[in-house]
T-cell receptor, first 115, second 114 residues
């Protein structure tokens, strides 16, 4: 399968703990996005990278959230001192600015439950 | 920032009938409007998109229309089938190449009644 891969698929953590999610984009895609989706809502933009550069961050991304994309390949999203309000599906997507395609391909998501 | 409203939130249609989902956007600079289908436990999947220089686009049973003046765009599914049952999201973006930052609607749960 050459689609966007996210790991883990599910994560249950206690309030106050740190969690880290990983996203492996489609190999030739240079753009990578993180979105958060709560129940009954559409995905909300968090941040995106072009290669290794983080080009935009939403105001939703508090200082407890940090994202990295070392070497422009996989990306990690870390949430420190988790709160119950962080419970959501975290979606990763990738796209390529080359070849004329603009479609953003989404992964299956990581469902986070903070108890 | 951009605000996208989507209606209806739920829609049930008989198999074989047509379904229409409507969205409005607020930012006149938006120029890219994709539609995503999300099945339970899966990530959103792009089903069709349209750019602001086009008024209508069709792909087999799916079509999208765009009215830039009114800031409306709609998804039309004809000859609906049970596998069309899912949650559908519209989205809008004003980025140069189309999808740097998508603002999504709140979704429409479509149920096809056999």
């Amino acid at each position: 399968d050459t689609g966007v891969s996210q790991d883990p698929r599910h994560k249950i953590t206690k309030r106050g703990q740190n969690v880290t999610f990983r996203c492996d984009p489609i190999s030739e895609h240079n753009r990578l996005y993180w979105y958060r989706q709560t129940l009954g809502q559409g995905p909300e933009f968090l941040t995106y990278f072009q290669n290794e550069a983080q080009l935009e961050k939403s105001r939703l991304l508090s200082n407890r959230f940090s994202a990295e994309r070392p070497k422009g390949s996989f990306s990690t999203l870390e949430i420190q001192r988790t709160e119950q309000g962080d419970s959501a599906m975290y979606l990763c997507a990738s796209s390529s600015r080359q070849g004329g395609t603009t479609e953003a391909f989404f992964g299956q998501g990581t469902r986070l439950t903070v108890v | 920032g951009e605000n996208v409203e989507q209606h209806p939130s739920t829609l049930s249609v008989q198999e074989g009938d047509s379904a229409v989902i409507k969205c409005t956007y607020s930012d006149s600079a938006s120029n890219y409007f994709p539609w995503y289908k999300q099945e339970l436990g899966k990530g959103p999947q792009l089903i069709i998109d349209i750019r602001s220089n086009v008024g209508e686009k069709k792909d087999q049973r799916i079509a999208v229309t765009l009215n830039k003046t009114a800031k409306h765009f709609s998804l039309h599914i004809t000859e609906t089938q049970p596998e069309d049952s899912a949650v559908y999201f519209c989205a809008a973006s004003s980025a140069n190449f189309g999808n740097e930052k998508l603002t999504f609607g709140t979704g429409t749960r479509l149920t096809i009644i056999p």
